[in-house]
């Protein structure tokens, strides 16, 4: 099959990382589906962008925190599949959507830990698994991690450990959908210039510089650093890449 009847489902791909990454990916020819939570203009724009690159493209409302809502939800993808790209299955599964929180792990409130439980790991679980009926065998998923699994920042307690479990989740997808040709891989961003978080990073310079001076590349991130990896990781060159964390940060804290 040709990258041009590939298609990629990127979830929070109105903005931000999931943004460039969709536009990377539609960059290799691979058709796109974005999903947004709540800013329909923004996901609009994006799929018009997506489609200046010679793919088709759609966007549809998700909310990764609501597990009851997945059913209903592939409902819509399977229509938008069939009236948008005459097709019943897709490729590539990028599970980016995803919010910040930062708090003292003995501050951090039951409630605020229950939600990124919800948005960070069971959402991407159970959503990946509705998935898997019409994923194609031989297609990929594509998890995201951060440094902050890696190393131990104070006040991402909760969120780097959610991460951490996307991790071992990655393995466990990779050996179990292995024989389907599935691959399962993710990625770990460093500090990135984005809103994410309150656009702490890119707003605040005493942490932007703190953070460029334990970078071996000198800076901080940047969307457009991260996009071409998870496109990378969609094409036939990454075919032999499975079950592997790929760290993007320029050398962060080595």
């Not at 203009?41 to 962008?49: H, S």
């Not at 966007?59 to 925190?65: H, T």
């Not at 194609?136 to 307690?157: K, M, Q, T, V």
């Not at 040709?181 to 990073?201: L, M």
Request: glycine share 10%; proline share 2%.
């Amino acid at each position: 099959m040709e990258s041009k009847n590939k298609i990629a489902l990127v979830t929070g791909g109105s903005r931000g990382l999931g943004k460039n990454a969709a536009l990377k990916i539609a960059a290799k020819g691979i058709n796109v589906i974005v999903t947004y939570q709540s800013k329909k203009d923004e996901a609009e724009n994006t799929v018009e962008e997506i489609k200046k690159l010679g793919v088709k493209a759609a966007a549809l409302q998700l909310n990764v925190a609501d597990s009851t809502t997945f059913e209903s939800f592939f409902k819509e993808i399977k229509s938008v599949l069939q009236s948008t790209f005459d097709a019943d299955k897709f490729d590539f599964l990028v599970n980016n959507a995803g919010i910040g929180h930062h708090a003292a792990f003995a501050e951090t409130k039951e409630e605020d830990f229950d939600n990124l439980v919800n948005i960070h790991f069971k959402g991407p679980f159970f959503l990946t698994q509705k998935a898997l009926e019409i994923l194609n065998d031989g297609g990929g998923i594509i998890n995201i991690s951060s440094g902050l699994a890696r190393f131990s920042l104070p006040g991402s307690s909760a969120y780097g450990a959610m991460k951490g479990a996307m991790e071992v989740l990655t393995r466990y997808q990779a050996k179990e959908l292995g024989a389907k040709g599935i691959r399962s891989n993710i990625i770990a961003p460093g500090a990135i210039e984005t809103d994410f978080s309150g656009g702490a990073v890119r707003d605040n310079e005493r942490l932007n510089k703190m953070i460029a001076s334990q970078t071996a590349l000198g800076r901080v991130g940047l969307p457009d650093d991260i996009g071409g990896a998870v496109a990378f990781l969609c094409t036939e060159e990454a075919k032999w890449i499975n079950a592997q964390r790929i760290e993007i940060s320029g050398g962060m804290f080595l």
